[in-house]
């Protein structure tokens, strides 16, 4: 059984952190590509970060700089760590994980809200 565990989330105050984990079960983690998205109210949902099995990385331009994916395929596991959150920022985070050819997996997502 497929499982992707968001964990990590809260409230934080704009220019604070947060480190997101993203914990998966059930599929082959060190061969998928894998990613964070976010979903604000009333918007669609966005890809935030990536990061390919081979460990290349790819950012939105709202978030370079401030935002770092990582991965640790012993302990099948996804990291987004967060620094000088804005309020904008403000969304649910879901991780992805995904291969050509396959449906991708989705986590039920963990909620991060920068205000103060």
């Known amino acids: 059984q497929v499982q992707l565990v968001e964990s990590g989330g809260g409230l934080v105050q704009p220019g604070g952190s947060l480190r997101l984990s993203c914990a998966a079960s059930?599929?082959?983690?060190?061969?998928?590509?894998m990613g964070w998205y976010r979903q604000a109210p009333g918007k669609q949902r966005e890809l935030v970060a990536a990061?390919?099995?081979?460990?290349?990385?790819n950012y939105a331009d709202s978030v370079k700089g401030r935002f770092t994916i990582s991965r640790d395929n012993a302990k099948n596991t996804m990291y987004l760590q967060m620094n000088s959150l804005k309020q904008e920022d403000t969304a649910v985070y879901y991780c992805?994980?995904?291969?050509?050819?396959?449906?991708?997996?989705w986590g039920q997502g963990t909620q991060v809200t920068v205000s103060s």
């Open positions: 992805n994980a995904r291969r050509v050819l396959t449906n991708p997996y």
């Open positions: 990061i390919t099995s081979g460990g290349s990385t």
């Open positions: 059930g599929f082959a983690f060190s061969i998928y590509n």
